[in-house]
């Protein structure tokens, strides 16, 4: 299963569709799931509706009850995994639009570990950070990538293993933290695949771009979601940083109404879907209101 959770100071009603601070969408993984020694891209998709930029930070930690494995791990019985440094199971990047992609691999080394300790262990998590530029100092101290074994390699490390005390003091409205629940498999079990989802004919980015007068129009968009791998259920979510989202019909062939608003500017669209095997697609598309036509 998947698990998508977006961190918040306090509970707050709002439009679920509508987004007006920095934050994180979705978080892909291509294959979707994550294997010790298997090279996989990891994507976020981040709202910035004040287009000021972000750093993006994301991490792996699996927990065996002893913090992250990935930091190194010596047992009772001296069966030991080395640390690893950040740069193999960290990512840190600055995203430039609405998404973000790395290159990343989970340590050869976790596998023995968890033959060793877990047998049947299926899972760890993925964590995303972002932050306005210089917002958030834990990305700049992995960025300075400390070696492996020092002070200040185990005092990030401490920190990602619970991260809960220090992601309730970032800023709210300069930041967003989630969190995602993946598998964990074999090189040659992975048997899912992401989600597809894409506009029908005429559907174009450029047809979201509206003008309005006394009363604006929504816009109707459908899209084609295909879902190859074992999963059956499709779990459709759209969000925008303009306007607002009237209504999602899910189907094979899935509409989406999007109601411009009468605010002059230009936001996103975010179009969603999450298997029930932790798989994820995403479309997203620019989209604006002009000047009243006179």
């Known amino acids: 299963m998947i698990l998508l959770a977006l961190y918040a100071c306090a509970p707050v009603e709002f439009d679920l569709t509508y987004i007006d601070d920095l934050q994180i969408v979705a978080v892909q993984i291509e294959p979707p799931a994550l294997a010790p020694g298997l090279p996989v891209t990891l994507t976020a998709w981040v709202a910035d509706p004040e287009k000021r930029g972000a750093d993006v930070l994301i991490y792996t930690c699996t927990n065996l009850g002893y913090g992250c494995a990935e930091g190194g791990y010596l047992s009772e ?86 991260p809960e005390p220090w992601v309730a003091e970032l800023p709210r409205e300069s930041s967003s933290f989630a969190v995602k629940r993946v598998n964990l498999q074999g090189r040659d079990e992975i048997n899912n695949v992401n989600p597809t989802v894409t506009p029908t004919a005429g559907i174009v980015a450029s047809r979201f771009a509206t003008s309005w007068s006394v009363l604006p129009e929504p816009v109707i968009a459908s899209f084609g979601l295909a879902d190859n791998g074992p999963a059956g259920k499709l779990d459709v979510r759209a969000y925008t940083t303009l306007g607002s989202v009237q209504s999602i019909l899910p189907g094979a062939t899935t509409s989406i109404t999007w ?12 179009i969603v879907v999450v298997d029930d095997a932790s798989g994820i697609g995403v479309w997203s598309s620019d989209v604006s209101v002009g000047p009243p036509i006179e």
């Not at 109601?259 to 975010?270: A, E, Q, S, V, Y």
């Open 77 to 162: 019985d001296d069966f030991q995994t080395p640390p690893q440094p950040l740069s193999t199971w960290t990512a840190v990047g600055q995203l430039d639009g609405t998404e973000i992609s790395f290159d990343f691999r989970l340590p050869d080394d976790e596998g023995a570990l968890l033959q060793q300790f877990q047998q049947g262990q299926s899972e760890t998590l993925l964590f995303a950070l972002a932050c306005e530029p210089g917002a958030c100092e834990i990305i700049d101290r992995v960025m300075a990538n400390p070696p492996p074994g020092s002070e200040a390699y185990q005092a990030l490390l401490d920190l990602f293993a619970d």
């Open 259 to 270: 109601d411009p608003g009468t605010r002059i500017g230009h936001g996103d669209l975010f």
